[in-house]
């Protein structure tokens, strides 16, 4: 979760393997970020936003605008109302 002014939250893509899908590298989980992006804009433009990259400052702290190094990437959405049943 990040706390900007219109409430978001990111999912991010984490280092691990799943059958053929790696995301072991940064470049690959940055490509699979933007393929998710891509493909689910089709049916929620509204809800996904775009791919932001995630930092870690001098300070070993991570961060969303930019610092030192990009960390990770992931993709900001835009928060869906909770349904209660």
């Known amino acids: 979760?990040?706390?900007?002014?219109?409430?978001?939250?990111?999912?991010?893509?984490?280092?691990?393997?799943s059958g053929s899908w790696i995301f072991t590298s940064l470049d690959k989980r940055?490509?699979?970020?933007?393929?998710?992006?891509?493909?689910?804009?089709?049916?929620?433009?509204?809800?996904?936003?775009?791919?932001?990259?995630?930092?870690e400052d001098g300070y070993g702290n991570i961060v969303l605008e930019e610092g030192k190094e990009i960390i990770e990437y992931a993709v900001k959405m835009k928060k869906l109302p909770m349904?209660?049943?």
């Open 30 to 55: 940055k490509f699979y970020c933007n393929e998710e992006l891509r493909l689910n804009r089709r049916l929620a433009p509204d809800i996904y936003l775009e791919v932001v990259e995630i930092y």
């Open 83 to 85: 349904i209660r049943c």
């Open 1 to 17: 979760m990040c706390s900007l002014p219109v409430i978001l939250s990111t999912r991010s893509r984490n280092r691990w393997t």
